[in-house]
């Protein structure tokens, strides 16, 4: 890849770190061919790098495409506890209601979950978005609290792919 594999980012900052990131990768993967003893945590490195510019690309499409990122908020939320009449079963039950107002707020911040989310049907389909999960999966091996899984060349290669399909994917879109 090379710069002008992202002319359709139209933030030049953005992409100026995107081509600075893969730049990086490519030192990072030759490094990791000739150091064997922290191959794996070099593999986990150049995931976390792809990760990213999987999210910041999804995130520019959102952006470019006008995509709105909501959550739902609740407020004046009350409990009522009494017996209440079920028609259905023509008895009083003690229960619990609850009332409140739910509205949709912006999200400020989106993330790449959110991103895969909103696209999964209109942009991505499900072999991309499946792809793009097993790449999430993959980078949150890097939390020190978790189980950690081995990272293998072919886990990179995969991630590569997936890298690859969502950069050609957003460049016909994008352009």
Known sequence: MDGADFDFVKNEALKKNIEDSIKFLSTLWLFSEKNKE???????????????????????????????????????????????YDIKSDKYHNAKMFFGLKHEINKPIATLADATVKLKNNLLGIRLF??????????????????????????????????????????????
């Open 38 to 84: 922290d191959r794996e945590e070099i593999y986990r490195t150049i995931i976390i790098y792809q990760a990213s510019i999987v999210e910041a690309l999804l995130l520019h499409y959102c952006e470019r495409k006008k995509i709105p990122f909501t959550e739902i908020e609740y407020a004046f939320c009350n409990q009522v506890t009494g017996d209440f």
């Open 130 to 175: 499946t792809r793009i999960e097993d790449l999430k999966e993959k980078r949150n091996t890097v939390h020190l609290f978790k189980t950690r899984d081995a990272i293998t060349k072919k886990d990179v290669e995969k991630a590569t792919e997936t890298l690859l399909w969502v950069v050609r994917k957003l460049s016909k879109k994008l352009k």
